[in-house]
């Protein structure tokens, strides 16, 4: 996820959902052979290579982990510009009549880290979110902030085709308990469970516990997870622990990528 306060905001491009001059059917479908090709090291795609056999073999994962009824890869999604719109880079330094610049020369440096983290509530984040301590709408921000919250183009038809599929999907963001207000407009939760937020866990990215701890708490091999995030120093933290990372540009990028790892889908454009 993009982090809130980040002076760099990423550029997103959208096309068409449907990928033109590509044919899934002609892709490998077997997940756990194809995702191999996607991390950094030798030892970790032969350590990948004898979990998936373990696990095709047995109907087990070298965890003891049975599998059997479970529909593989699990995906991971980042929300904030990998599923929504963050509002923060346009809608918020107009909330304030200020350029960027100047919001985050004034803004606190490490009060949103901590309100991501759960380590201050609402209370805080108001005194604390100017330097100089200045009274702000907070209740105006929030409302900006909601206003602002929408999906990325393509997404949504995206998230309905992998349900469809029954691929089971959990968030895994930086963000704080605001989380809630995304979901009381958006309703993501139709499509995946807002399990690893920064917030209820205490960690962020690109922290490898907070990886690894998805990972327990999943009862998943890394060879069978893919993680999406829109920054690129976040999805080389999961290769690092052995998950397959994509790097989200678009949703028809994302499209082609998740095809290639084998998962078979054919998003409706005309929905919803």
């Known amino acids: 996820m993009a982090s809130l306060f980040n002076p760099n905001p990423p550029l997103v491009s959208f096309s068409s959902i449907r990928p ?35 696990s095709m073999a047995t109907g087990r994962s070298s965890a003891g982990v049975d599998n059997t ?19 923060f880079y346009d809608d918020v ?14 803004k606190d440096p490490t009060v949103w880290i901590e309100f991501e ?14 330097k100089d301590e200045r009274p702000i ?7 900006c902030m909601i206003s602002g919250y929408s999906f990325l183009e393509g ?18 963001t930086n963000y704080p ?9 958006l309703k993501i939760s139709k499509y995946l469970s807002w399990t690893f937020c920064s917030c209820k866990n205490g960690k962020r990215k690109p922290d490898p516990e907070f990886y690894l701890e998805a990972l327990r708490h999943l009862k998943v091999e890394p060879a069978n997870c893919i993680f999406v995030d829109d920054r690129k120093k976040n999805v080389e933290a999961a290769k690092e622990v052995g998950i397959n990372g994509l790097h989200f540009k678009n949703a028809d990028l994302l499209l082609k990528d998740l095809c290639l790892l084998g998962l078979d889908i054919s998003p409706d454009t005309s929905s919803p």
Do not use: C
């Open 69 to 87: 009824s479970r529909k593989l890869p699990v995906l991971l999604f980042d929300i904030m510009d990998t599923l929504v719109r963050d509002p």
């Open 137 to 143: 709408d907070f209740e105006g921000l929030k409302s």
């Open 20 to 54: 033109s001059s590509f044919n899934p059917s002609k892709v490998v479908s077997n997940f756990n052979q194809t995702s191999i090709i996607t991390n950094n090291t030798d030892v970790i795609a032969y350590t990948k290579l004898f979990s998936s056999s373990l």
């Open 155 to 172: 997404i949504e038809e995206l998230l309905i085709a992998l349900k469809e599929e029954n691929y089971e999907m959990h968030a895994f």
């Open 93 to 106: 330094p107009a909330f304030f009549r200020m350029p960027m610049e100047e919001l985050l020369e004034l």
């Open 177 to 185: 308990i605001w989380y809630e207000m995304i979901e009381e407009k």
């Open 117 to 130: 983290k759960g380590l201050i509530d609402e209370a805080e984040l108001e005194k604390r979110f100017f």
